[in-house]
């Protein structure tokens, strides 16, 4: 099982080519407010983290999603 | 503040009006004919309608259209399961059936509503679809009223699906797979094949858009899976008549009986009125041409091919092969929205697509091929995307032929 902050990094590193303004991530960072992804960049994100833990990664959990925190501990619970 | 949200696209409207162009507001003063209109006070090619046949200016179906608003008045003024059940939408659904060679068909009141409600009724909770990420904003809705786990694929691609379907385990014999025959923005073909294989190999409903596919493809027009020989392992095919067809409407249709109890528990069926018999009567009609006349989906074909053609030879970048929607991508807003605009004074109506009605983050200058486009038009909508060259509102790309 790999640990929170393995999945908050790993994020921090897909998110690096989407993080135009290159702002200082962390857990509260939100994906839209402060990164500034549109819906289909969201979505495109959504596809790395996929590939990379091969899991899939349900749309209803979407909504519930604001922070790299809440996306890191979503990855978690699918990849359990 | 409850509005805040909106302001972005208020801002976009306020852009667009300073620039003095309405790509979302276009208003047709005249239909001249199926390619041939008065918009915003110019003459101009119709070349972004999705009328691919022409029908909604033939002849017969206006006759046929004429006779029913005679003979039934304007509207049903009720849902189906009230008082707006016609002899004419029974006469729809019975031949909508026979015309895909399966013994069951629902009939709605827009294509809109036949996805959406299919999707949303079919999978419930505890169910898992699968939909390709491009799905139309219909099956989006409709999946997210559905209660289901709804999981995307990618975009055309079988081996992904058969990837998400393997890490279902046992819940994929029980999944509802979401494809289309064309899709809308690009004019893409589904690779029904290897998805109706994928389909065999783990097990799943397969479920199948044709809205812009119906007449279009296939030997007698069923769409994208009859063309690909794979109709016996499709579940449920959706559809408009809003396109081929020339009216408004949709359907559903099957093999399966239960779909006589599924069109009982979707709620885009029952608390919306239905069709006027006079759309209805319209859509029988251009049914039974499109049966009876080949050669249109032929000439449909050949303008296609004139147009991808000739915009791929001025080295725009156009889809990876020629298609009835022939869609020019472009990476600037603002230069795709000029480019739009010139069009239009050259005469030349298409369709400005934004993100995320896009399939990605580029803007799409999209046009829609008809069978009743004459060759001279397509030559005149090629001559338009010329100039936008000559002007410097577009580069081609190195790759031109």
């Keep these: 099982m790999t640990d929170y902050q393995e999945y908050l990094n790993f994020l921090y590193s897909a998110l690096e080519s989407q993080n135009k303004n290159q702002l200082a991530l962390s857990e509260d960072t939100t994906l839209v407010a402060d990164i500034g992804l549109s819906s289909l960049e969201v979505m495109e994100f959504i596809e790395k983290i996929e590939d990379h833990f091969d899991i899939s990664i349900p749309l209803n959990i979407l909504p519930d999603v604001n922070t790299i925190g809440d996306l890191a501990k979503k990855v978690r619970e699918l990849n359990l | 503040m409850l509005f805040d949200k909106f302001q972005t696209m208020a801002n976009f409207q306020a852009e667009l009006a300073s620039r003095h162009v309405a790509p979302f507001g276009a208003v047709t003063e005249k239909i001249l004919s199926a390619t041939e209109g008065v918009v915003q006070g110019r003459n101009v090619i119709l070349a972004g309608t999705n009328n691919y046949l022409g029908l909604s200016c033939d002849v017969r179906c206006i006759k046929a259209a004429q006779e029913a608003v005679a003979r039934w008045g304007t509207g049903t003024t009720g849902s189906r399961l009230a008082n707006g059940s016609f002899t004419e939408h029974q006469a729809l659904e019975t031949e909508i059936a026979q015309f895909y060679g399966v013994g069951h068909a629902i009939v709605f009141s827009t294509g809109y509503s036949a996805t959406m409600g299919m999707c949303a009724t079919l999978a419930g909770q505890g169910d898992v679809i699968l939909l390709d990420a491009d799905s139309h904003a219909s099956i989006y809705s409709g999946v997210k009223q559905s209660g289901a786990e709804v999981i995307r694929f990618k975009h055309n691609n079988p081996e992904d699906l058969a990837k998400r379907l393997l890490r279902l385990g046992d819940r994929a014999q029980n999944a509802l797979i979401i494809a289309e025959g064309i899709y809308s923005m690009l004019g893409d073909v589904a690779p029904l094949q290897e998805i109706a294989a994928v389909k065999r190999e783990y097990g799943g409903c397969l479920f199948v858009d044709e809205a812009h596919s119906m007449g279009v493809l296939g030997a007698t027009g069923r769409g994208a899976a ?176």
């Design chain 2, 226 to 401: 009859q063309a690909a020989g794979v109709e016996a392992d499709v579940d449920f095919f959706a559809g408009t008549f809003s396109k081929s067809l020339g009216s408004v409407g949709g359907f559903c249709v099957s093999r399966h009986p239960e779909l006589e109890a599924i069109r009982f528990c979707i709620s885009a069926y029952i608390f919306t009125a239905s069709s006027s018999p006079s759309v209805v009567a319209s859509t029988r009609e251009a049914l039974r041409i499109i049966t009876a006349e080949p050669q249109l989906r032929q000439k449909l074909w050949s303008n296609a091919h004139q147009l991808y053609a000739g915009l791929k030879a001025l080295g725009l970048t156009v889809g990876p092969s020629a298609s009835p929607v022939v869609a020019v991508e472009m990476e600037d807003r603002s230069a795709t929205i000029d480019c739009w605009k010139a069009l239009m004074e050259a005469g030349v109506y298409v369709n400005l697509v934004i993100p995320p009605a896009s399939p990605s983050t580029n803007f799409l200058l999209r046009n829609s091929v008809s069978a009743a486009h004459t060759t001279a038009q397509i030559d005149t909508i090629i001559a338009g995307y010329a100039s936008l060259i000559t002007a410097g509102l577009i580069t081609p790309n190195s790759k031109a032929q």
